[in-house]
């Protein structure tokens, strides 16, 4: 039995280097660095800390009445995409058999640390604040307000969160669930992650250096990311453009520790490998590689040798581009694989910033300008807490050849 | 032509702990009192170190006797379906009662703010390196994750799937969730695990094969309800189909 | 046995949460890390939080922390050495 054919048929794109996916390609060939101090909220302990945050105000734009933070990165990004796609113009009942596959991590957190602290200093506060509180509101928010009620799920596997959540939605076309798919990522800066990573030690206040031979950590970011997955057959019958074909994704395990990744990056190779053979590919066939890179010692060391050893030598064009957005969590797969669509869509790979000299256990020298290149396919890694490893690939799509 | 079975179950939750390896013979203890002696004979010295949704979790998968039903080549080719409601919602509120207290950011606790830690963890004790996920909804996580566990194998992606359906707070964190006044049960865990293997490579008889039967009205309400269909089974009861109509995936039990 | 290295293991089984292990299970001079006890590197962050609550002693480089906890016994002297409390 063939599987159906996916392709991607409408992006929409919020990080701290831009509100669309335009926006963020300007940025990407400008070398626009989205780090900042924080300001969305306040952490004492980290003043001064740099994240990408997100620029302007979420609860303005989303034409959301009321969410937490996330809600409201989600409900943009998702607007963003389905009518990119061309989908508002769709009957009701066809859109209600739209599914959604969200990757989350903090859901509404920093609303919840806000309720939390006025409670703890005023004695009391609006409990209605705990109503964004759950990781499946964003998914319920979006359902309610585009009108989509497929099969619908979250993804919480930390940074790997919305890799799974892109590789989920595309089973569903597959399996027959859905023909169309809104899926995507989302986190949102909060107190705890903040905290969080300082207290493991691996965030690097002065911004991340992904492959570089003094980084010292990473630095958070968010943001929301979301694709129109499609069945092939449905989108070439209502004439939608292919801004690429979603051939491949493999997942893995790691089985090594709670928080850091087994040495010899055996995991993410598993991923590559298994996404490579999803898509009936050989590494050679690779033209990009989006790392997962988020600047800390460990994650790059072993991403970099699994990197090494599953090209053998011939090792493509790499990079991170976490020194744009800062490590966004579980929209990070989403996130990521915008860009690399992007890449595709204007044939430009974009550098990795941050770097000064590239750490000498690396046989391959990740690029730090934007190179203008044809690209036909691209792979993104994700890489998460709890040792989730995620691998998706994309080919260019017919309308950019 | 090879075929998706459970071959083991495991439940841990309010009527007691019980599973494929061990019947409920179990004094029950609720998730504060939980030690791994009560489960295992097997040493696991990082017991204490988990939280209350990785302790409810593990508990339960510990009944089915995984090391009884595969050898380490499958259980590198298993992977792992977990479906939470409030997922970590526990440990968020310790992360934070925790740094207020002791003016500090507790590093364990806050890899615990993740849901899908508790795959990590059982994942590291079991060997398992396919793919896997967790999933979080209002309802039908563990049917969802049955259901994905089901196509994973099916699909040859994996030899064998864990799939769970597991909430759990510990009675600390309950309170605490009170003092923020968010009203929560302080009596909750559940935990249900089930262990899918590809036909072809399991040794013996599954409990119950899936089975696709497009176009049949199905109803499989829980993971919880398909526990108590396996134990209530007795020898000569068949389980009859169960199923999730949405998703057109049943469940066939094995005639004895 | 000495008092410091009594307190250190009773400290340590509390503090890092190994529920079921006796403080006589852990030797005063086997390693910690890798072999020995075993632990892992979120255990490392964690024995830096108990250096500071408990004794008053700041860790700031992890790599700091490799030599100081090699083994019970290395930790007890450095405890001696550096407590402020």
């Known amino acids: 039995m063939t599987l159906p054919n996916v392709v991607v048929t409408g992006m929409g794109i919020v990080t701290s280097i831009g509100w669309s996916p335009e926006e963020v390609q300007e940025s990407i060939l400008n070398k626009r660095c989205g780090f900042r101090g924080i300001s969305c909220l306040d952490s004492p302990l980290f003043k001064g800390t740099l994240a990408g945050e997100v620029l302007g105000d979420p609860a303005a734009k989303s034409g959301l009445a009321e969410g937490s933070r996330s809600d409201h990165l989600a409900l943009y990004a998702a607007r963003q995409a389905f009518v990119a796609a061309g989908l508002e113009g769709l009957t009701e009942d066809v859109k209600a058999e739209i599914g959604i596959a969200l990757g989350i991590t903090t859901g509404g957190l920093s609303t919840t640390e806000v309720y939390l602290d006025q409670l703890l200093t005023e004695g009391d506060s609006d409990i209605a604040q705990m109503r964004f509180h759950e990781c499946s509101t964003p998914v319920a928010t979006i359902s309610r307000e585009l009108g989509l009620f497929g099969i619908q799920t979250s993804v919480s596997n930390a940074c790997a969160s919305s890799a799974n959540a892109l590789a989920l939605g595309r089973e569903f076309i597959q399996s027959g669930e859905a023909e169309v798919v809104l899926a995507g990522g989302v986190d949102s800066l909060s107190r705890l992650t903040v905290n969080g990573f300082n207290s493991l030690l691996v965030y690097d206040p002065d911004g991340c250096r992904p492959f570089d031979e003094n980084r010292s950590g990473m630095t958070l970011g968010e943001g929301a990311g979301f694709v129109i997955l499609e069945s092939e057959a449905h989108a070439n019958a209502r004439d939608a453009r292919t801004l690429a074909h979603f051939v491949g994704a493999g997942s893995s395990f790691d089985g090594f520790h709670i928080t850091s990744p087994s040495p010899d990056g055996s995991a993410i190779h598993d991923a590559m490998s298994k996404a490579l053979a999803d898509a009936g590919r050989v590494p050679s066939d690779i033209d990009y590689i989006n790392a997962h890179g988020t600047g800390t010692l460990d994650n790059d060391a072993s991403e970099g040798e699994a990197i090494q050893r599953l090209f053998d030598g011939d090792v493509p064009v790499v990079s991170s581009t976490k020194g744009y957005c800062g490590h966004t969590l579980a929209a990070a797969g989403a996130v990521e694989s915008i860009l690399c669509i992007l890449a595709m869509e204007h044939g430009v790979a974009p550098p990795n910033l941050g770097i000064e000299n590239v750490d000498p256990a690396f046989r391959f020298d990740p690029i730090r300008e934007p190179i203008e290149t044809g690209l036909n396919t691209v792979m993104t890694n994700s890489i998460g807490f709890g040792g989730n490893n995620c691998s998706l690939i994309f080919e260019n799509g017919d309308s950019n050849q | ?256 | 046995m000495d008092d410091l290295i009594s307190e250190l293991k009773v400290g340590i089984i509390k503090h890092l949460g190994f529920d079921d292990m006796e403080p006589d299970e852990i030797e005063t001079d086997a390693p910690l890390f890798e072999t020995g006890l075993g632990l892992d590197s979120i255990d490392a962050l964690e024995l830096v939080v108990l250096l500071k609550e408990s004794y008053g002693i700041e860790i700031k480089d992890i790599e700091e922390g490799k030599t100081i906890f090699a083994s019970i016994q290395v930790l007890s002297e450095f405890v001696k050495e550096n407590r402020q409390k």
């Open chain 2, 1 to 256: 032509m090879s075929g998706v079975g459970i071959y083991g179950y495991g439940r841990y939750d309010a009527s007691g702990i019980s599973g494929t390896r061990r019947t409920s013979d179990i004094e029950l203890m609720g998730i504060d009192d939980l030690k791994w002696k009560h489960v295992s004979d097997v040493t696991y010295k990082r017991f204490g170190q988990l939280d209350a949704l990785s302790k409810a979790a593990m508990a339960a998968t510990e009944m089915i006797g995984i090391s009884e039903l595969m050898g380490a080549d499958i259980a590198s080719e298993t992977g792992i379906t977990l479906g939470t409601k409030d997922g970590c919602l526990g440990t968020d509120i310790d992360f934070r009662a925790n740094a207020i207290e002791r003016d500090v950011s507790n590093p364990r606790l806050f890899a615990y703010t993740l849901p899908s830690t508790v795959c990590g963890d059982l994942a590291i004790r079991h060997g398992f390196q396919g793919a896997n996920a967790c999933y979080m909804s209002e309802n039908d996580n563990g049917v969802l994750a049955l259901a994905e566990g089901f196509y994973l194998v099916e699909s040859g992606e994996l030899q064998g799937c864990l799939c769970l359906e597991v909430d759990a707070l510990f009675e600390e964190s309950a309170s605490a969730a009170n003092e923020f006044k968010m009203n929560l049960d302080t009596d909750r865990f559940s935990a249900y695990a089930f262990l899918l293997m590809n036909t072809d490579v399991a040794a013996g008889s599954p409990l119950g094969e899936f089975a696709f039967t497009p176009g049949e009205d199905c109803k499989m309400g829980s993971l919880r309800e398909l526990c108590g269909l396996i134990e209530s089974r007795g020898k000569d009861v068949p389980i009859t189909k169960i199923g999730y109509d949405d998703l057109a995936v049943s469940i066939r039990g094995m005639e004895r």
